[in-house]
């Protein structure tokens, strides 16, 4: 007797309880398989390494005095980078990265608690490249303003 398999239905389903998925593709079973029943990982964290801060061994090496053992930064500055997003135009070819999407600055905010510091709000004058190098320039200014500020506040 002559079968022609194609007459046959093979039709693959997955045996875990209460899950009635079925296919006719073996590599779709096998896809649902490690997504949908995946087993959850239990892992131990353990500590590798010296605990000690480089603070806490220079003070044990005698480099820092032990009156700043406690010291902490108590200053800090933060950014906000707006962009505007839009299809990337150029050329793909021979680039070892994946570009998705080209990113546009449109503004940058910036803000610290540094004595004497003040938030700023940077924006692009236009649309032209050379906006947003002045924009970059005009940021990078100002964190080397605020990098000055925080040197005449710490500690002696």
Excluded: W
Excluded at 135 to 153: A, M, T, V
């Amino acid at each position: 007797m002559i079968c022609n398999d194609k007459l046959f239905k093979v039709i693959y389903r997955c045996n875990l309880k209460n899950c009635y998925y079925e296919t006719k593709k073996k590599d779709h079973l096998a896809r649902h398989i490690t997504a949908e029943h995946e087993k959850k990982v239990l892992s131990k964290q353990e500590k590798k390494g010296d605990p000690e801060s480089m603070l806490e061994y220079g003070v044990r090496k005698g480099i820092i005095p032990a009156e700043y053992a406690n010291f902490r930064q108590k200053f800090l500055g933060v950014f906000d980078i707006e962009c505007l997003e839009s299809e990337y135009t150029g050329k793909k070819e021979g680039l070892d990265r994946h570009i998705v999407k080209a990113q546009k600055l449109v503004s940058l905010a910036v803000g610290s608690n540094i004595p004497g510091s003040e938030p700023k709000f940077l924006c692009r004058t236009s649309s032209k490249p050379e906006a947003e190098e002045e924009l970059i320039r005009e940021f990078i200014d100002y964190l080397g303003q605020l990098h000055e500020e925080l040197q005449e506040n710490l500690p002696e």
